[in-house]
């Protein structure tokens, strides 16, 4: 499963608040015993990549933690947007003897991106793959959207909106 977090801000970026933010991410992922990939900056915003591996509710896992860090990030005033997919990747070490990374290529993780940006034209907060709402059966509540074109897909994808169920 993996969750992509989209923070939308300038180049003029506060060193201390982006720390901050970083930290708030980490905890939350960490709680769900997740994993960071990879956190990135630039003049487009800032991106989190995160990975939950080898539980069985890894899509479960994902979904909590999109909703957890969307919450505490709108508490602090940091727009963002998250992308959440569940599939299967390559994670390993890449490259050369000298020079190594750990890596995550997959169909899931461009996926995963696509979300993230298609969250800030539904200007909604979370949005997640068809294989993801289906695996989290029924733990939260899902509002289903129109499909969407992505690049690199043929066919629309469909999305839906997760929320924290409703207690009947």
Request: glycine content about 8%.
């Amino acid at each position: 499963n993996l969750t992509g977090i989209k923070i939308r801000r300038g180049c003029d970026v506060d060193v201390a608040e982006l720390q901050q933010v970083l930290c708030v991410m980490q905890r939350v992922i960490f709680d769900h015993e997740g994993m960071v990939r990879q956190f990135l900056a630039d003049d487009k915003g800032t991106v989190l990549i995160a990975v939950f591996l080898a539980h069985e509710d890894s899509p479960v896992r994902g979904v909590k933690t999109a909703l957890e860090i969307h919450q505490r990030l709108d508490e602090l005033r940091v727009t963002n947007t998250v992308g959440v997919t569940t599939g299967k990747t390559f994670c390993g070490s890449v490259g050369s003897e000298a020079r190594r990374e750990y890596a995550m290529v997959g169909d899931i993780v461009n996926l995963s991106a696509r979300l993230m940006v298609a969250a800030i034209k539904q200007q909604v907060g979370i949005l997640c793959d068809r294989i993801t709402m289906r695996a989290c059966g029924q733990r939260f509540d899902f509002t289903t959207l129109k499909p969407i074109h992505v690049k690199g897909k043929a066919d629309p994808i469909p999305i839906f909106i997760p929320r924290i169920r409703a207690r009947r």
